[in-house]
């Protein structure tokens, strides 16, 4: 019930979470709390994006760097794809792929099933970069979560995925094209 209702009752504080003035409630200020953290976690990625995008090469703009995370994750991709993926326009698209083209780190080659359109695929080059500043970012994880239980980092990493999953753009298509909304996330869960 809220602060100051007629039962009397004052919802309890979020852990870590400073009752603010107002009449807020408990699930109100869970929000609040996640918005807050959900804040400073996305600028610190920002910067760590930056730092890791600089290590990759000088040029690359730290918006691209997550381009490289999902071509190297599902290889080749349409231009089209990837700005669904991202929530970016086609220009956007278009500007950043442009971009990873000229520094020699992606390559666009014709798609086999559809000859009209082209596949976005790193090059060697780009995949070796790439893989180096990932694996060393992978490293600087397990040291700072070296205190965490390898439960709580692999539940973090459910909730993380189960959150970006949520966030993804539905296909409003009926029928089997929709099998990836129900196929099972990390450790077996579905999203």
Known sequence: MRAGGTGGERAEPVSGVPESAGDATGADQAYLALERELAVFLR??????GEMAREVHPGLE???YGLLVRLDEVGGQRATELAGYFGVGKATMSRQLRALEELGLVVREPD????RASLVRLTGEGRDRFRRVRDARRARYV?????WDRAEVAELARLLHQLNTGAEP???RPGPERAPDSAPGPGGHRP
């Open 112 to 115: 086999p099933a559809d000859g």
């Open 62 to 64: 730290p918006a691209a």
């Open 143 to 147: 040291r700072k979560l070296a205190d």
């Open 170 to 172: 539905r296909d409003p």
């Open 44 to 49: 610190r990625a920002r910067a760590s994006s």
